[in-house]
């Protein structure tokens, strides 16, 4: 209630008015009974001014120190039907204009509305605290300066002392009130205004960032022009940082460019497949059951010819940039890759795990070199021939499975771990 | 005792789950136990104190048959008559390395090479006298022994006979 001053209640030619209300009363914090009712208030873009009926004195609380506009849930008795808004102010500054309330230990007031309000008024009244027109275009109060210099204070001290001779609390400057609810209060407002700061400067970075990706793209365009490949975007990026580095250090060779585009090659996808660019869900997927097939091909065969299905899909959406993919497109279009005869399909081990593999990669030449590969070091475990084949431990596994299944292997479960070797029972004698 | 060469490879002593290795250890293992029994001539077998015998705890491997797998030899040996549970959780067996009629046989050969018809002798006698030492069946349980009679009494060639605490055969 103390950031309330005495005020002018005529309206300044650059302060935009919100709504006007009345039979307003307002209420100091918790306190039941109305500091003062029955008047009118003017919401602006820079304050809310209150002229109580049948006075000429106006009273006006200057939206900085608005704090946030929180609407009071009706306590449900049906007791009283006016609307509520609970303002939460900040701190007074040293040096405010005198008002009717020297001093108060509450950091908030209540405004209750007889007649209620329009539903918009709250959020209109929100929008002009974060327009802050009162830092663009301050108004000069024709009675009172806005910051009035510390010279002023004792008079206008001595003012408030006629007027309220019992109030005679000077408002100390800078005083900061730790405990109790206006402490926490307070923390909860260094918090939100901590968290808003961090926000902008995230925003800050990230407009900078757009500002500047219009021009990197078209760089990156252009230098994938030249060397007649297309690649998306993002690829493109990480080539600009390599050609920013080769340049520092001479110019680039045709070896080099080689090279690098056969990286990005088996990197970037070329104009993925999208929903949007199909005509039907089904052709969709088709389409990019082919896309993964090819661009999948020669990385799988590298690895060993199997790859799981996870990996497989990191690596597409890695390659495919922005247009990400969901599991569940890429699990469909993998499920009918052998129907269009793909050079890549997928399998399901009895265990579950999903695999994509390439079609010449049949399991009898997985279980002829496992049973070879198993010969010859006398035993493997899953991790071991991981190791070995430089494949994942799971698909070690399967594949040791599968050649047990094919009688080329047997097992020993032991407390070592679970360890596969000839199937000597089957073989020997 | 010679233990054959899967008895130090490390699978044998984990069931297998392909079907037909599986069928080659377990007729492994049964060969295993019949001979281990019929060198030590025991007869008896506790599944649950089996683990630490040495028939299927390999310490030099440090490997050794679950106990699921110790039953699923025993059940495979009782199929051929060479293993019968004495109880029903199955958890005391006798092993048969042979058969009780094979062992039936034995006994009356022998009865009747010595002139034992129709003559009476004690259990004891069969298998810890001195008449019997050079015999396949010396040593061997009385639990097996009575099957074999028991046997031979179908056939009419013995009967078991019981005065005071003694066990007999007269055999004809």
């Known amino acids: 209630m103390d950031r309330l001053e005495y005020d002018d209640p005529i309206l300044h030619p650059k302060e935009d008015e919100i709504a006007k209300l009345r039979n307003v009363k307002i209420y100091d914090g918790d306190a039941k009974s109305a500091t003062f009712e029955n008047g009118e208030l003017i919401a602006t873009s820079h304050r809310l001014v209150y002229v109580q009926s049948g006075s000429s004195h106006g009273l006006s609380l200057r939206l900085h120190y608005l704090v946030y506009v929180e609407e009071e849930k009706s306590s449900g008795f049906g007791f009283s039907r006016s609307k509520k808004l609970l303002l939460h102010l900040s701190e007074p500054l040293p040096g405010k204009p005198p008002g009717p309330v020297d001093r108060s230990s509450c950091s908030f007031i209540r405004l209750s509305f007889k007649d209620g309000y329009d539903s918009s008024f709250p959020n209109n009244l929100s929008a002009a605290l974060q327009k802050k027109k009162w830092e663009t275009a301050p108004i000069t109060s024709t009675s009172l300066p806005e910051a009035p210099p510390l010279v002023q204070v004792k008079i206008q001290t001595g003012q408030q002392n006629k007027i309220f001779p019992y109030l005679s609390f000077p408002q100390l400057p800078g005083r900061q009130l730790r405990a109790g609810i206006v402490g926490i209060e307070r923390q909860i407002q260094a918090k939100h205004k901590a968290t808003d700061d961090s926000i902008s400067l995230a925003f800050e970075d990230l407009n900078k960032l757009m500002s500047m990706a219009k021009d990197m793209v078209l760089l990156s365009k252009s230098i994938s022009d030249k060397i007649k490949v297309n690649l998306n975007p993002i690829i493109c990026w990480a080539l600009l940082n390599f050609l920013a580095l080769q340049e520092k250090q001479g110019e680039i060779s045709d070896d080099e460019t080689v090279q690098f585009k056969s990286y990005l090659l088996s990197l970037g996808i070329d104009d993925p497949v999208t929903r949007d660019n199909s005509r039907s869900e089904s052709q969709y997927h088709q389409n990019l059951a082919r896309q993964i097939s090819s661009a999948l091909q020669d990385q799988i065969k590298e690895i060993g010819g199997m790859m799981t299905l996870p990996e497989a899909y990191c690596r597409v959406n890695r390659a495919r940039g922005l247009e990400l993919l969901s599991p569940e497109d890429m699990l469909k279009a993998c499920q009918i890759m052998a129907s269009l005869g793909l050079p890549v399909t997928l399998k399901v081990f009895d265990s579950g795990v999903k695999v994509l593999h390439l079609s010449t990669h049949n399991d009898q030449n997985i279980i002829k070199t496992t049973a070879e590969a198993i010969e010859e070091s006398g035993s493997y475990t899953a991790e071991e021939l991981a190791q070995v084949l430089g494949m994942s431990v799971l698909l070690a596994k399967e594949r040791l499975l599968i050649t047990e299944k094919a009688g080329r292997a047997c097992r020993d479960d032991s407390i070592e771990g679970l360890r596969f070797y000839p199937n000597l029972l089957l073989e020997k004698n | ?172």
């Not at chain 2, 019968?84 to 009747?112: C, H, M, V």
Request: hydrophobic residues 35%; glycine residues 4%.
């Open chain 2, 1 to 172: 005792m010679q233990w054959p060469w899967q008895y130090d490879f490390p699978p044998f002593f984990t069931l297998q789950p392909h079907a037909e290795t599986r069928a080659k250890q377990l007729s492994a293992w049964r060969s295993i136990v019949l001979d281990y029994y019929k060198h030590t001539k025991e007869s008896t077998l506790d599944v649950r104190e089996a683990q630490s015998s040495p028939l299927f705890f390999n310490s030099t491997i440090n490997r050794k048959l679950s106990q699921e797998g110790i039953l699923l030899i025993l059940e495979n040996l009782q199929k051929t008559g060479n293993a019968e549970p004495l109880d029903k959780t199955k958890n005391r067996w006798l092993i048969f390395w042979k058969s009780p009629e094979e062992w039936g046989k034995l006994l009356y050969n022998w009865a009747q090479a010595r002139g034992m018809t129709n003559s009476v002798c004690t259990l004891f006698e069969l298998v810890s006298g001195d008449d019997t030492t050079d015999e396949e069946f010396y040593g061997l349980d009385t639990e097996i022994i009575i099957r074999a009679i028991r046997t031979l009494e179908v056939e009419r060639k013995a009967e078991m006979m019981m005065y005071d605490d003694n066990q007999g055969v007269k055999f004809f």
